[in-house]
Every structure is written in structure tokens, then in C-alpha cells.
């Protein structure tokens, strides 16, 4: 007759288990990244010469000029 490890039981099921919580752990990472915003308006905070003001630019409100826009035909990666 063929016996069966004791060690290999308690190996498999604690491999289970650790495969389980990182699948686990990895889902919930992917949903906390998923929950981001994908577009933040980013603020450029510029530093006054002479001390600690500051200046908050907002670069919705800065001009749009399409000249400088790149047309979509000409772009190849």
C-alpha cells in the first residue's frame, strides 16, 4: 500500500491559504486603484521671490491657442 506524506497536507492547504489572501490582497488593490480619479487637475503652486506667498495657477483657465495643437493624422508612435 502507498501512504500518503503527513507533511504533504498541511504544506498543500497552507499553500492554498497564502494563495488565497494574496488574490485576495491583489483585488483589493486593483479596486483601490481603479477607484482613483484618472484625470486630476493639477495645481502649480510657483514660489514668490522674496518669501512663503504663493500663486495657485490654474491650468483650466490659462488661454488655449490651437496653432500649438498637434493634428491627430501626423501623430505615429
Given amino acids: 500500500q502507498i501512504h500518503a506524506h503527513t507533511l504533504f497536507t498541511p504544506l498543500l492547504i497552507g499553500f ?33 521671490i522674496n518669501g512663503n506667498n504663493y500663486v495657485y495657477i490654474d491650468p483650466t483657465q490659462l488661454p488655449y491657442d490651437h496653432k500649438w495643437e498637434f493634428p491627430r493624422n501626423r501623430l505615429s508612435f
Fill in 16 to 48: 492554498v491559504i497564502a494563495a488565497g489572501l494574496m488574490c485576495i490582497f491583489v483585488m483589493i488593490l486593483t479596486y483601490k486603484y481603479l477607484q482613483k480619479p484618472m484625470y486630476e487637475v493639477q495645481w502649480k503652486v510657483v514660489e514668490e
